[in-house]
């Protein structure tokens, strides 16, 4: 029972480990949520103090309702993210079936390329990519947006949505082609439900990249009407550098949404990550 | 793998075709055919409107004209220094914090994963400002809390100091992604089996010792998927600089990467224009810098590693 003895003192050291970086994980976001609650001067004379009754302000949040969009910012990166991750997921999940259902020539050679999109990232043809969007009319549109993060999201979904698929059952499958079902019903009625957990895993990792993007937004839409949170949050802070409790406010508003939604999707996201590399 | 088509034997298998279409097309025409058009353009340069082949003359620019050398050294270099501070800090963190939570008989290890994870979720804009806020000497949250422990004299302005700004910054971008490192080691350490675990035990190997013998063999294929990672995502970066530093990826450049480089030589900065051609060649000797590192993984590393089949 040696590991027992030994085992009270090694626990203490790891809950000590655990908990100190916790704290720096989590220390800096909280300090700005509860000093975007605060008014100016308990900003300043007592930072770390959580907001009382005679400190309590929520001017920081009138001034970024009355001054940014923040509204159509989020209904802006709500549609981007929704409408690509719409698009990955379906797109992905039937390039997928093909490539791990049916053998025809060339399967391999399509797979490697469709792969490399994993390793090269899709910033790199941004100059070629902005020409693209001049030329064809979408600059500052949300379809300019919507069309990169497809594209960008894919190669990845369809690495791992074809390594899911290979687990599907072929009886199942060849059972419905006995009953004179066709391939896409095969696919849509059969595969896809069976899939529905690793399609969750792909949409948790497709969804954050593209609410966090800078770079496309700042390039391709930076007009007012088709900021996203992420370019929005940034110009308007760039703005109003000095009024902390505007600055402080538009943070708190772009970590909510986020934070709301990892801690709903967390346990699908860790799965997904366990899962993959388990396999 | 699957079984063939059982079903009557067409001569067109029509239906391969229109599911691969969508995402073929879209991931041709606006990720493959830009990526490569790029690649094209830095062959060229404008004159007076009209392009001009100039073969690798601009890369000759790029790595030994006086007015365009001294910035892409500068930024290839800082980049290199990211990437170094994240091998050496974020990894090892992430594989001490792994190792850790692995130990099935830890209480609240949910608790601790989601926490620590939760950085890693957030965009740049706000890791850059909350940091910003936090280091801020205006504010004074760092230095009171130095002073707390007695190590006020520590404190400078860390990013607005060339010597310190991009040292600063990279650990910033690290305290946001330790959290990839961590659950990636993570999840490899879970799938080692426990007859493996029990075997050690029975031999007397436990602890630390058991650790670097039988548990970090097994997950260094992991380690070296992560090292890739991070190297594509660190020459790559971009967003954290623009952020916290803006365009100008100040004090003096010292922490241009060659993301930022990229963005001003294409889109131009205050009296300086814009030049999609040199953007164009930056771009190109980003894509050969990650082509060759991911080469090395793939060709080199990879195939040494022995995976461990359970």
């Known amino acids: ?279 | 793998m699957t079984a063939m088509d059982p079903g009557p034997k067409r001569a067109r298998r029509w239906h391969i075709a229109v599911f691969l279409a969508p995402a073929v097309l879209v991931y041709t025409a606006i990720m493959i055919f830009p990526l490569f058009a790029t690649l094209f353009q830095s062959l060229f340069t404008r004159v007076e409107g009209q392009q001009v082949f100039v073969g690798l003359r601009n890369f000759t620019t790029l790595f030994g004209d006086p007015r365009w050398s001294a910035s892409f050294w500068n930024a290839l270099w800082n980049n290199t220094w990211f990437f170094i501070v994240h091998m050496l800090v974020q990894n090892p963190i992430g594989i001490l914090l792994a190792a850790i939570l692995s130990n099935p008989r830890l209480r609240f290890r949910g608790f601790y994963r989601t926490a620590i994870f939760i950085p890693t979720i957030l965009s740049f804009v706000i890791v850059g400002f909350v940091w910003k806020l936090i280091l801020s000497p205006l504010w004074g949250i760092a230095p009171s809390m130095l002073d707390m422990v007695g190590l006020r004299f520590l404190f400078g302005p860390w990013l607005g100091q060339e010597t310190t700004a991009l040292t600063t910054l990279a650990l910033i971008s690290v305290w946001q992604f330790v959290g990839i490192p961590m659950m990636l080691i993570y999840a490899a350490l879970l799938s080692i089996p426990d007859e493996v675990i029990e075997a050690a035990e029975c031999d007397g190997i436990t602890g630390w010792s058991q650790f670097w013998k039988i548990q970090l063999p097994l997950v260094l294929p992991t380690i070296g998927i992560i090292s890739i990672l991070t190297f594509v995502g660190n020459f790559n970066a971009f967003d954290l600089v623009y952020v916290s530093q803006g365009a100008q990826a100040g004090p003096n450049y010292g922490t241009d990467l060659l993301g930022t480089f990229l963005y001003r030589t294409f889109f131009g900065f205050q009296l300086q224009l814009g030049d999609p051609n040199m953007g164009a060649t930056i771009a190109s000797v980003m894509f050969f810098i990650i082509l060759i590192g991911v080469s090395i993984y793939l060709f080199l590393i990879q195939t040494r590693l022995r995976r461990y089949q359970f």
């Open chain 1, 1 to 279: 029972m040696q590991t027992a003895r030994a085992s009270l003192p090694r626990a203490a050291a790891a809950h000590a480990v655990l908990l100190a970086y916790t704290l720096i994980a989590l220390f800096p976001v909280f300090v700005i949520v509860i000093n975007a609650f605060k008014e100016r001067r308990a900003i300043f004379n007592s930072p770390l103090a959580l907001p009382g009754p005679e400190t309590f302000s929520t001017i920081g949040f009138e001034t970024v309702m009355s001054q940014g969009n923040f509204l159509l910012y989020f209904q802006n990166s709500f549609i981007v993210t929704l409408v690509s991750l719409f698009c990955v997921l379906l797109f992905g999940a039937m390039a997928a079936f093909a490539l791990s259902e049916y053998k025809f020539r060339g399967n391999l050679l399509m797979g490697l390329y469709l792969a490399l999109g994993i390793m090269i990232p899709i910033r790199l043809g941004t100059v070629a990519i902005l020409q693209l969007m001049v030329a064809t009319g979408l600059v500052n549109t949300l379809t300019a947006l919507i069309l990169v993060y497809t594209a960008q999201g894919l190669p990845l979904a369809i690495f791992i949505l074809s390594e899911f698929m290979r687990t599907v059952s072929d009886d199942l499958k060849n059972a419905g082609r006995v009953d004179g079902l066709s391939e896409y019903r095969i696919f849509f009625t059969l595969v896809l439900p069976l899939v529905r957990p690793a399609m969750a895993t792909v949409a948790v990792f497709t969804m954050i990249p593209i609410w966090n993007d800078l770079w496309f937004p700042l390039i391709l839409a930076p007009a007012e009407s088709t900021k996203t949170v992420t370019l929005g949050a940034q110009v308007f802070i760039g703005q109003f550098v000095t009024n902390w409790n505007a600055v402080l406010a538009a943070l708190t508003l772009a970590i909510i949404p986020v934070l709301v939604l990892y801690l709903i999707f967390s346990r699908q996201l860790i799965r997904g990550i366990t899962a993959g590399a388990v396999k």
